[in-house]
T-cell receptor, first 112, second 117 residues
Framework: EDKVVQSPLSLVVHEGDTVTLNCSYEVTNFRSLLWYKQEKKAPTFLFMLTSSGIEKKSGRLSSILDKKELFSILNITATQTGDSAVYLC????????????FGTGTLLAVQP | DTEVTQTPKHLVMGMTNKKSLKCEQH?????MYWYKQKAKKPPELMFV???????INESVPSRFSPECPNSSLLNLHLHALQPEDSALYLCASSQDPDAHGHKETQYFGPGTRLLVL
């Protein structure tokens, strides 16, 4: 089964900073890469990336996939305290039935 | 609307109890999932239902028994659990288990926080 690795494990920044979160994956049965934000409870969907080099953007968040180097980054600009959360990267692994393989997550703390 | 609902929000049970977790979605999704998440760990897949049939069981102990009565509902029956089973149990759904692209996106419910005493 493929493995997903995220870095850094945790990060503390100040409001207004820009952060870059990293995710690397293996490729045996890669279908797509997903980013989720998890605060207290359910992971909430941010992006799904399937094609290399195409940036997905939503407000201050953006993400891109590099299928040659097998990684993705999630950028957050002008961070706010509400961005504090665990950011989970997950590979959609294709088999007889698709399933998500999650990385360990990056804990982001944005200080005022 | 990408809402998945789960009940109860919290559950405390003894090791001899039988209880059930419930998950519901009305988005017409045909794949539903159970995940277990321990503190400070990512979600781990337990079961996948595809078109109301169990398609993946990730070697989960038999004290966890999933059930999919219809395309909108997913239950997880619990019996004789152990304290180490205490965790956040997340349900998710996706539009089409056989599709590619955005239809594979999984949407999560708020979870049931389970404590086994």
């Amino acid at each position: 089964e493929d493995k997903v690795v995220q870095s850094p494990l945790s990060l503390v920044v100040h409001e207004g900073d820009t952060v870059t979160l990293n995710c690397s994956y293996e490729v045996t049965n890669f279908r797509s890469l997903l980013w989720y934000k998890q605060e207290k409870k359910a992971p909430t969907f941010l992006f799904m990336l399937t094609s290399s080099g195409i940036e997905k953007k939503s407000g201050r968040l953006s993400s891109i996939l590099d299928k040659k180097e097998l990684f993705s980054i999630l950028n957050i600009t002008a961070t706010q305290t509400g961005d504090s959360a665990v950011y989970l990267c997950a590979e959609l692994y294709g088999g007889a039935t698709n399933k998500l393989i999650f990385g360990t997550g990056t804990l982001l703390a944005v200080q005022p | 609307d990408t809402e998945v609902t789960q009940t109860p929000k919290h559950l405390v049970m003894g090791m001899t109890n039988k209880k059930s977790l419930k998950c519901e979605q009305h988005m017409g999704h045909r794949a539903m999932y159970w995940y277990k998440q321990k503190a400070k760990k990512p979600p781990e897949l337990m079961f996948v239902y595809s078109y109301e049939k169990l398609s993946i069981n990730e070697s989960v102990p038999s004290r966890f028994s999933p059930e999919c009565p219809n395309s909108s509902l997913l239950n997880l029956h619990l019996h004789a659990l152990q304290p180490e089973d205490s965790a956040l149990y997340l349900c998710a759904s996706s539009q089409d288990p056989d599709a590619h692209g955005h239809k594979e996106t999984q949407y999560f419910g708020p979870g049931t926080r389970l404590l086994v005493l």
